[in-house]
């Protein structure tokens, strides 16, 4: 049993030493678990906060290239960095590259752009003319799940409470109490911070708000 597993049974009312439902086993912990791995999973997703650096060697004339982690789930590149010019690479996407080149593929030399191709490809512009470069990717992840509590848990200190009351929540609604589900889930809202990524009304927009006078006008 690990700590937000923990959490979670003292705020359903368990007894953390010896539960009388949640069992410290990976089949007694397993929904919440389940319960917790889904609130990381959408925490990374809308917060970006889990980054991986991922290395793609060049090769001549290959313009596209499969990104594939071994654990975690590839999201979106944040960052590009080609260690042969030591450069920033530019993103684009095909719409642009077709509508610069029709025959852009056709380009050769030292990549200066990259683009995202479907969920886990990305090509570059121009083709490498010469193998031997090398380019370091920094990329948003989806952690894997855990199973187990051995297993490291890959979210941020900061939304480790926003998680809790995710599967808190979840466990209410198991049980029909829709009142504390809700409470909960407002809380786990209000602690990964959606409520201000994602406003309710999109006109809304943030700003500073001052109390000082205005400037003295004069009467016309």
């Known amino acids: 049993m690990n700590d937000l597993e923990t959490h979670v049974l003292e705020l359903i009312g368990e007894d953390t030493d010896s539960p009388d439902v949640f069992t410290d086993t990976d089949t ?17 997703m809308l917060t970006g906060s889990v980054k991986r650096p991922y290395y793609v ?20 590149i944040t960052d590009a960095w080609i260690y042969q010019t030591k450069k920033r690479l530019t993103q684009t996407d095909l719409i642009k590259l077709n509508s610069f080149n029709p025959r852009w593929m056709l380009n050769s030399g030292t990549p200066e752009a990259y683009c995202p191709v479907g969920l886990d490809k990305v090509c570059f512009w121009p083709t490498p003319a010469a193998t031997g470069g090398m380019v370091e990717f920094t990329c948003v992840v989806i952690p894997q799940r855990y199973t187990s509590s051995a297993d490291r848990i890959a979210v941020r200190e900061e939304f480790k409470w926003a998680a809790v009351h995710y599967a808190v929540s979840e466990y209410y609604a198991s049980r029909g109490d829709a009142k504390q589900a809700l409470e909960h889930l407002n809380l786990y809202v209000e602690k990964s911070g959606i409520q201000t990524l994602y406003p309710q009304a999109q006109e809304r927009t943030w700003g500073y708000k001052t109390n ?9």
Do not use: H
């Open 28 to 44: 007694g912990m397993a929904p919440i678990r389940d319960s917790l791995n889904d609130a990381i999973e959408e925490i990374t």
């Open 57 to 76: 060697p060049l090769i001549a004339d290959r313009a596209f290239y499969r990104l594939s982690f071994q654990r975690d789930s590839f999201a979106w």
């Open 212 to 220: 000082k006078e205005y400037w003295p006008r004069v009467n016309a």
